[in-house]
């Protein structure tokens, strides 16, 4: 399948791996690599520069297909080495690059210098519409339904997606609900030249993550996410367990008083204890609706392929067959 997105990053199918804390290893970058997709490593999963540089190495050594890098530019305390993390990125030869968070207009030139493409994640046109007009040249349209961070507006891709597709030139991908071939051509459909899927690939074989959050998210229906954190205006959607029911009675009983100091224990580095140890209740981690579409943990290749395949049928029969 050819599409703007095949085309700019050089990949056999339209479908992108996300950048996801604590699951973006080499392992499952190359495994989405060797697949035919876009793998992405993710940068701050890694300590520091050097420990990006060897992770990209490693990667390097399992496939010879494009790969890519996320950097997610956060407001925080201590500020992450980001130049650090550029320059081994460039070094290793990455040529594609997710950024998320904040505006990464500031290490654009240098990204673009080193003939590296940018797909910037956003959850609002206005949003799209910004990373277009500073020289991004994709956008990753986030609905809703997504797992992390849906942004403040909450809207569905059933309309985000034909809204973007109004009003951007450059080529977006759908992100969040993405699962199968239906998810693929619906996708196209509304306008978007691919997918990217977060979730649903943290549920394979290559995902370096403890075999209970696999479990866990194919057990999980539709109906067993839930957003935390909204009163902040930082709101993330995420698995729920013990630890988010208790987050979510901090936030009913505090009410507008609550702060980020109230609710550390429930959200700040709880990632390793989950994806590591397979602590299901160690606090809140990422998880999008689409668990209620995801029943099996098949390889990333078994997966590619069967979406595409599903796809295919989907318009060469069934939709082709509706024409008459």
């Not at 495994?31 to 990667?59: F, K």
């Not at 209970?212 to 993330?236: F, G, H, Y």
């Not at 630890?243 to 700040?268: M, P, Y």
Request: include cysteine; charge should be negative; hydrophobic fraction near 45%.
């Amino acid at each position: 399948m050819k599409t703007r997105i095949t085309e700019l990053f050089g990949i056999e199918h339209p479908i992108i791996q996300g950048g996801m804390h604590h699951v973006g290893y080499a392992e499952l970058a190359a495994a989405v690599a060797n697949a035919g997709g876009l793998g992405m490593i993710t940068a701050l999963t890694q300590p520091n520069p050097e420990a990006l540089a060897e992770e990209i190495r490693r990667c390097r050594e399992m496939t010879d297909k494009p790969f890519g890098v996320n950097l997610t530019f956060l407001p925080s305390v201590k500020q992450p080495d980001y130049p650090g993390y550029i320059e081994a990125l460039i070094k290793g030869g990455v040529k594609a690059v997710e950024t998320a968070g904040n505006n990464p207009a500031k290490w654009l030139p240098i990204l673009k210098e080193n003939g590296i493409k940018v797909i910037h994640k956003c959850t609002a046109v206005r949003h799209a519409l910004k990373a277009e007009a500073i020289g991004c040249d994709a956008v990753s349209v986030d609905g809703f339904e997504c797992g992390g961070h849906p942004g403040e507006d909450d809207i569905p891709n059933f309309i985000l997606l034909p809204r973007a597709a109004e009003e951007l030139k450059i080529p977006f991908v759908a992100s969040g609900g993405m699962a199968d071939g239906r998810s693929l051509v619906a996708a196209l459909a509304l306008g978007a030249e691919g997918m990217n899927m977060g979730t649903r690939f943290i549920a394979t074989q290559e995902a370096p993550v403890h075999e209970n959050v696999k479990a866990a998210i194919v057990a999980a229906s539709e109906l067993d996410t839930r957003l935390v954190m909204r009163p902040l205006r930082n709101t993330e959607r995420v698995m729920v367990n013990d630890a988010v029911e208790r987050l979510l009675e901090k936030e009913r009983r505090l009410g507008a008083d609550l702060k980020f100091e109230d609710i550390v224990d429930e959200v700040a580095g709880v990632y390793p204890k989950i994806m590591k140890t397979g602590d299901m209740d160690a606090g809140a981690w990422s998880c999008g609706m689409v668990a209620g579409l995801i029943n099996d943990i098949p390889t990333a290749k078994v997966l590619i392929d069967r979406i595409m395949a599903e796809a295919d049928g989907i318009i060469r029969q069934r939709l082709a067959g509706m024409l008459g």
